[in-house]
C-alpha cells in the first residue's frame, strides 16, 4: 500500500519519478506527490489529491527541473485523501522531505513529544513525524547550519530507532541534492541500481525502464544512495555488502500492450503463465522436482498436520490446496485466514508444515503468521510470484509462481499459477509418502500441463460470457455457489465480481443455501454456479433447481458436452472437460473474464478498484 520512488541520476527526476509512480500506481491511488531538489538548491513540492494524472497535470502548468527527487502515491490510512496529507511531507525548517509506506503504530506519541518541543504539523499522517523526528535528531548531531553527509545519516538512523511499526522510507535533505537515503522494516524497497544513476522503488517495475539490476533492502537497513555510488548500512551504521539481483521481467511486462486494461492482459497471459509455472517440475523418472522446498524425503514422510495460511484470493487457492492435499498425500490441513491465524491458538508442533501463500511476498497479515509459525519452531514454505519479497527471505523453502509482474489490483495469473504450484505440491507430498500410485501421478501431471491448452480454448471464445454479463444489469447483489473444489472457485469468482465491480456477491456453498441464503433469492439476485463435471454434479444442479423456483436468474459454468444444462439456466459458459481436482484453473478463468466485463459494463476501472491496493502492508 502505497508507492514511493526515489531518483538520482543525470536525467530530470520529475520524469523518472512520474514513470515510476505510474508503475506503482495499483498500490495507491488516492493522492500523489513528489518533490525536487533544484539547482539552487531547493526543495519544489508539487502533490495534489486524487490519481495521478492530477498530479501529471500540475506538473506541466508547473513543471520542476533538478536531477534529484522523491516521490509518492498514496493509499489514506491516517487522514483523508487530500492534497494536505499527501506526501512528501517536510519538517518545519523545510529543508528535510520524507515519502513513507507503511504505518508508525507509535506515531500519536512521537506527535506529541514533538509539538511540546516546538515542532508545527500540517497534515494528519503519522508519516510526518518521520521529518520531524530527523529534524530534531539533527539539531543534536550537528551544527544546524553546516551538517554533514554523515550527520543526516546519523540523524535519520536515531528517528528510525524510535519508530514502532512498518516503514519504507526515501528521504533527501535540501543541501544534500546529490544524495538519498532509504530504509525499511516491513514494507517493500528495492534500488535499482544503473550506470551513472539510482531509482529507489517499492517495487521492481518501477525501475526497469533504467536496469535490472537490483539492490534489495533488507529489514533494519538503510542506504545512502547518489548518483554513482549506493552503500547499505545496518542501524549502527556499520557498512554491509549490498545483495544485488538480475531481474529477468521485461519492461514489456508491466505494460498493456494492445489490452486496455492489466486485468484482461493479465487473464489472457494464463496460458503461458501457467506453462512457466509448471516447466521443469517433472523429471524423466517421473520424480516431482521441488528442491526448493528444502525438506528431505524424512521431514515429508513425518509430517502429522498442515496449516496453509494466506489472503483473498491466496486464501482460495489455499482452500483448493487443502483439499488436493488431503486426498492425495492423506495429511490433515487447515487452512487459515492470516489476520486470523495469527491470534488463534494453532496446534504447531515439529511435525507441523506451514504453507504461507502470498502473490506479492509482502502481505502483512500473512507474514505476521510467518513470524508466529517460526516462534512455534513450524517449518514454513512460502509461495509466492515476486522475487525478493519479504517471505522469500523468511520461509524456509520458497516455491515461486512464474506469472511474471502481476499489475491489475484483482489477482487473476498470480491465482491459477499458485493453484498449479499447489497441485505440484500436493503431488509431491503424496510421491514421497507413497499415498498415491506413481502411474497415477504420472498421469494426473501429464493431464495438469495440458491445463494451459486448455485455458487458451477458454480465452479463444468469450462470446458467451461476453452475454452473460447482462444478467448482472442494473443488480445490486449476486450468488455464486459451488461444490467440493468448486466452492473455493465460487469463492474467488465472488471475490473477483466484488472488488472490482462493486456488486455484492456472495459465495456458498451449494447443499447450505437452503439452510439460510435461499431466502435472499429475488429475480434480482443472479445465480451463478460452478457446475462442471463432478461427483456432486447431479446435486449442484438441485440446487441451482431450488433458487430457480425462486425466480433466480441463472449462469452455469458447465463442462462442454454436457447437453442438459442449456435448458436448466439463462446462460451456460461451456469449458473443457478436465478431471475434477484439476477442474479450477479451467472453471475460474470464466468467471474472471465475466467480472471483468460487468466492471467495464458499469463503466468501472478493473485495474484500479475503489479502497484497494495491490500489496496490503496494513494490519
Ligand atoms: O499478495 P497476496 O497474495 O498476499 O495478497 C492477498 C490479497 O490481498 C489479494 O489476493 C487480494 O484479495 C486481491 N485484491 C484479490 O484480487
Redesign the pocket.
Known amino acids: 500500500m502505497c508507492g514511493i520512488v526515489g531518483y538520482i541520476g543525470p536525467r530530470q527526476a520529475a520524469d523518472v519519478l512520474l514513470s515510476g509512480l505510474a508503475r506503482l500506481e495499483y498500490r495507491g491511488y488516492d493522492s500523489a506527490g513528489i518533490v525536487v531538489n533544484g539547482e539552487q538548491p531547493d526543495l519544489e513540492v508539487r502533490k495534489t489529491e486524487g490519481k495521478l494524472a492530477n498530479l501529471r497535470q500540475l506538473l506541466a502548468d508547473r513543471p520542476v527541473q533538478g536531477k534529484s527527487g522523491i516521490g509518492h502515491t498514496r493509499w489514506a490510512t491516517h487522514g483523508p485523501p487530500n492534497e494536505v496529507n499527501a506526501h512528501p511531507h517536510l519538517d518545519c525548517s523545510g529543508k528535510i522531505v520524507v515519502v513513507h509506506n507503511g504505518i508508525i503504530e507509535n506515531f500519536a506519541q512521537l506527535r506529541t513529544q514533538l509539538v511540546s518541543s516546538g515542532h508545527r504539523f500540517v497534515s494528519d499522517t503519522d508519516s510526518e513525524v518521520i521529518a520531524h523526528l530527523i529534524e530534531h535528531y539533527l539539531h543534536h548531531v550537528a551544527d544546524q547550519d553546516r551538517p554533514s553527509e554523515r550527520d543526516f545519516l546519523q540523524a535519520v538512523t536515531q528517528t528510525i530507532m524510535r519508530l514502532e511499526g512498518a516503514y519504507a522510507l526515501a528521504i533527501m535533505h535540501r543541501d544534500f541534492p546529490d544524495m538519498l537515503v532509504a530504509a525499511r522494516k516491513d514494507s517493500p524497497l528495492i534500488i535499482g541500481h544503473g550506470v551513472g544513476e539510482n531509482i529507489i522503488a517499492s517495487d521492481i517495475p518501477a525501475v526497469l525502464e533504467y536496469t535490472h539490476e537490483v539492490v534489495v533492502l533488507h529489514d533494519g537497513e538503510l542506504a545512502l544512495v547518489h548518483a554513482d555510488d549506493l552503500e547499505v548500512f545496518n542501524l549502527s551504521l556499520e557498512r554491509l555488502e549490498p545483495e544485488l539481483m538480475d531481474i529477468e521481467w521485461d519492461l514489456a511486462d508491466t505494460e498493456k500492450g494492445e489490452y486496455e486494461d492489466f486485468m484482461l492482459k493479465e487473464i489472457y497471459e494464463q496460458p503461458r503463465a501457467l506453462r512457466d509455472t509448471l516447466r521443469g517440475r517433472m523429471a524423466d523418472d517421473g520424480t516431482l522436482q521441488l528442491s526448493e522446498l528444502a525438506m528431505s524425503d524424512d521431514e515429508i514422510r513425518e509430517l502429522r498436520h498442515v496449516y496453509l495460511i494466506?489472503?483473498?484470493?491466496?486464501y482460495h487457492a489455499g482452500r483448493i490446496a487443502k483439499i488436493l492435499i488431503e486426498r492425495w498425500a492423506q495429511l490433515s490441513v487447515d487452512v487459515v485466514a492470516s489476520s486470523e491465524f495469527r491470534y488463534g491458538s494453532p496446534l504447531i508442533d515439529e511435525h507441523t508444515l506451514i504453507v504461507a501463500?502470498?502473490?506479492?511476498?509482502?502481505?502483512t497479515d500473512?507474514m505476521a503468521g510467518v513470524t508466529e509459525a517460526h516462534l512455534k519452531r513450524a517449518r514454513v514454505i512460502g509461495i509466492t510470484n515476486v522475487l525478493g519479497s519479504r517471505i522469500t527471505r523468511e520461509a524456509d523453502g520458497i516455491l515461486y509462481t512464474v506469472a511474471g509482474p502481476e499489475i491489475g489490483?484483482?489477482?487473476t495469473k498470480?491465482f491459477t499459477t499458485q493453484i498449479a504450484a499447489v497441485t505440484v505440491l500436493a503431488l509431491k507430498l503424496a510421491q514421497v509418502r507413497g499415498t498415491l500410485p506413481q502411474a497415477e501421478i504420472e498421469a494426473l501431471f501429464a493431464e495438469l500441463s495440458r491445463v494451459p491448452d486448455l485455458v487458451e480454448r477458454v480465452l479463444a471464445d468469450t462470446d458467451a460470457i461476453v452475454a452473460a454479463a447482462a444478467l448482472f444489469e442494473g443488480v445490486d447483489s449476486s450468488l455464486f455457489l459451488g461444490r467440493g473444489i468448486g466452492v473455493p472457485v465460487a469463492m474467488e469468482g465472488a471475490?473477483?465480481l466484488k472488488?472490482i465491480s462493486y456488486i455484492h456477491a456472495e459465495a456458498y456453498p451449494a447443499g447450505e443455501m437452503k439452510h439460510g441464503p435461499i431466502a435472499l433469492i429475488t429475480s434480482r439476485v443472479p445465480v451463478v454456479a460452478v457446475a462442471t463435471s463432478s461427483a456432486t454434479h447431479e446435486k449442484v444442479l438441485s440446487n441451482v433447481a431450488e433458487t430457480q423456483a425462486r425466480d433466480a436468474r441463472v449462469l452455469l459454468v458447465g463442462t462442454q458436452g454436457d447437453q442438459k444444462l442449456a435448458a436448466l439456466a439463462d446462460h451456460v459458459i461451456y469449458v473443457p472437460e478436465v478431471s475434477e481436482l484439476l477442474s479450477p484453473i479451467v472453471s475460474v478463468v470464466p468467471l474472471q473474464l465475466l467480472a471483468y466485463h460487468v466492471t467495464k459494463a458499469r463503466g468501472c476501472n478493473p485495474d484500479m478498484p475503489r479502497n484497494?491496493a495491490?500489496?496490503?502492508t496494513v494490519e
Open positions: 494466506a489472503c483473498g484470493t491466496s501463500i502470498t502473490q506479492s511476498g509482502e502481505t500473512t489490483v484483482a489477482a498470480t471475490l473477483k472488488e484497494l495491490k500489496s496490503v
